[in-house]
């Protein structure tokens, strides 16, 4: 049996477009998965590359009727105060960004002090 995955790519970059390297993006279920017999990790790592980039594969979360959403947690590199962004759902697709589950269509940006929202762009702490 398969295991049903969908691949979540991120994308961070600073104000100016330059790629963010070495920052953290975890992904946590907020409860367990169990899929045909399977329990699916809670967590999944992973750290940008010199793109800017970080692939994670991610359990879609309807593949089981068990209610569930995953938080995810970016931290750039040398920074002590991660973003936060829960409840996101993590559809049955084959591929999808990280900016099209929080709602948007640009980059994460890693900038300023707290996360506001600016139509296109998720900017957050360095």
Not at 12 to 19: A, E, K
Not at 49 to 68: F, I, M, Q
Request: aromatic share 8%; glycine share 10%; net charge negative.
């Amino acid at each position: 049996m398969t295991l049903p995955v969908c691949q979540v790519t991120a994308t961070l970059v600073d104000p100016s477009g330059n790629p963010i390297t070495g920052a953290r993006i975890t992904a946590k279920l907020t409860a367990p998965i169990v899929y045909g017999g399977v329990v699916i990790p809670l967590c999944e790592f992973g750290t940008t590359d010199s793109a800017g980039k970080c692939v994670l594969s991610l359990c879609p979360n309807g593949v089981v009727a068990t209610p569930t959403t995953y938080s995810f947690e970016i931290l750039p590199q040398g920074s002590i105060r991660p973003v936060y962004f829960h409840g996101i759902t993590v559809p049955q697709v084959a591929a999808i960004t990280l900016e099209a589950l929080l709602g948007g269509s640009g980059s994460t940006t890693v900038w300023d002090d707290t996360a506001m929202w600016d139509d296109t762009k998720i900017w957050a702490e360095a």
